[in-house]
């Protein structure tokens, strides 16, 4: 199965990308969180300098990058999350 | 009878006006008032002196991350009345408040200890991002230690 969902760059990202968002099409799901973020180092391989310090968000939730399956639906919105630094 | 408690965080460009952070959380039923600023402030850092902040945010997610932290504050602390947050997006100069917390609570003690975990939590959760610049015009994205997956996290 795959699925049509938006990535959102932030912050460092958005600089190392060069895009606030983009549209990715047909993204296996289920999808390790490693597999979906080596996803997006092949398509902006300058993300590699926040190797170990991010995460992403899907949904809205946090997950962090490892095994863990994500399963992803049309339309759902996946965020490139860098240390935060709020507050 | 138990007035509707309130959570609120504004994400806005413009300066922030701390009487009006405190007025939200007023309350008949509160005799304390916890307050928190952060403020810009004019760093050094490699000779380098900062001249400003640029906050950017992943808005609808920060509002449901600050909602799962009220109901954290408020389940460790019942008595706490009304949690309003207000945060600058956008260019902050040094001096200016980057975030104005309140807290509302019957009594002191409660409304102190929910502020301190508020701010730790929001450093640590809120997606939001800031960036100092210095007077050299090279900038750099800063790093919450409370952030578990920062580079500076402390354990």
Same mark, same amino acid.
């Not at chain 1, 399956?69 to 996946?78: F, K, Q, R, S, Y």
């Given at each position: 199965?795959?699925a049509? +969902? ?9 600089e ?18 490693q ?7 092949? =398509?902006?391989? =300058?993300?590699? $300098?926040?190797?170990h310090q +991010?995460?992403?968000?899907? =949904?809205?939730?946090? $997950?962090?990058i490892?095994?863990?399956? +994500?399963?992803?639906?049309?339309g759902d919105? $996946?965020? +490139? ?5 709020g507050? | 009878m138990?007035?509707p408690r ?6 806005c460009?413009?300066? @922030? ?5 405190v007025?939200?959380v007023?309350s ?5 008032t916890s307050?928190?600023?952060?403020t810009?402030?004019?760093d050094? @850092?490699?000779?380098?002196k900062?001249?400003?902040l640029?906050y950017?945010a992943?808005e609808?997610?920060?509002?449901s ?5 009220c ?18 997006l ?11 917390m309140a ?10 200890q929910?502020?301190?975990q508020?701010v730790e939590q929001?450093?640590?959760? @809120?997606p ?8 050299s015009?090279?900038?750099s ?11 500076n996290?402390?354990?």
């Amino acid at each position: 199965m795959t699925a049509q +969902v938006t990535v959102l760059y932030f912050a460092k990202s958005a600089e190392l990308s060069g895009l606030k968002e983009e549209e990715l099409v047909a993204v296996p799901t289920p999808i390790s969180s490693q597999d979906l973020w080596s996803l997006l180092l092949q =398509r902006h391989p =300058r993300l590699c $300098v926040l190797q170990h310090q +991010v995460v992403l968000a899907v =949904r809205q939730q946090y $997950v962090a990058i490892g095994d863990e399956l +994500v399963a992803l639906g049309d339309g759902d919105e $996946v965020a +490139v999350v860098p240390p935060l630094s709020g507050g | 009878m138990v007035e509707p408690r309130r959570d609120v965080l504004k994400l806005c460009h413009d300066w @922030l006006s701390v009487q009006e952070v405190v007025d939200a959380v007023s309350s008949a039923s509160c005799g304390a008032t916890s307050l928190f600023i952060g403020t810009t402030r004019e760093d050094v @850092l490699n000779g380098r002196k900062v001249i400003g902040l640029e906050y950017e945010a992943y808005e609808p997610m920060a509002q449901s991350e600050f909602r799962k932290l009220c109901d954290v504050i408020r389940e460790r602390w019942p008595s706490v009345t009304h949690v309003c947050v207000h945060h600058r997006l956008g260019w902050v100069k040094v001096g200016e408040a980057s975030v104005v917390m309140a807290i509302s609570s019957p009594h002191r003690h409660d409304g102190q200890q929910a502020m301190q975990q508020a701010v730790e939590q929001l450093k640590a959760r @809120l997606p939001v991002w800031k960036k100092e610049v210095y007077d050299s015009q090279e900038a750099s994205w800063k790093e919450n230690a409370e952030c578990p997956w920062a580079s500076n996290h402390k354990q």
